[in-house]
């Protein structure tokens, strides 16, 4: 099992990125995946739920309205759509199966 992902960098308040997390060693079509973050100094958190289709999709109260999680099943890869990013959006992102696995994660600082 592997996951990579991407995308993360250096934003200004009200910016946006939009990360990657591809999946190997196994087979995301049917499987919830999940989008955590880790802000520094703090434990890490949930951020986003994805059903296996995509359809159905969670956040966390902190980051509705402004960031969109979507899947590309045939490319086993998730995506996380961030907008209007805020300092406190700083962190290191995740991507899980639902099991909990993990990769090396991706950085993302939101100067203000």
């Known amino acids: 099992v592997q996951l990579v992902e991407s995308g993360g960098g250096l934003v200004q308040t009200g910016g946006s990125l939009r990360l990657s997390c591809a999946a190997s060693g196994f087979t995301i079509g049917v499987i919830i995946m999940k989008w955590y973050r880790q802000p520094p100094g703090k434990e890490r958190e949930l951020v986003a739920s994805?059903?296996?289709?995509?359809?159905?999709?969670e956040y966390a109260d902190s980051v509705k309205g402004r960031f969109t999680a979507s899947r590309d099943n045939a490319k086993n890869t998730i995506y996380l759509q961030m907008n209007n990013l805020k300092p406190e959006d700083t962190a290191v992102y995740y991507c899980s199966p639902w099991w909990g696995a993990w990769g090396q994660g991706t950085q993302v600082t939101v100067s203000a």
């Open positions: 994805i059903s296996s289709t995509g359809e159905t999709v």
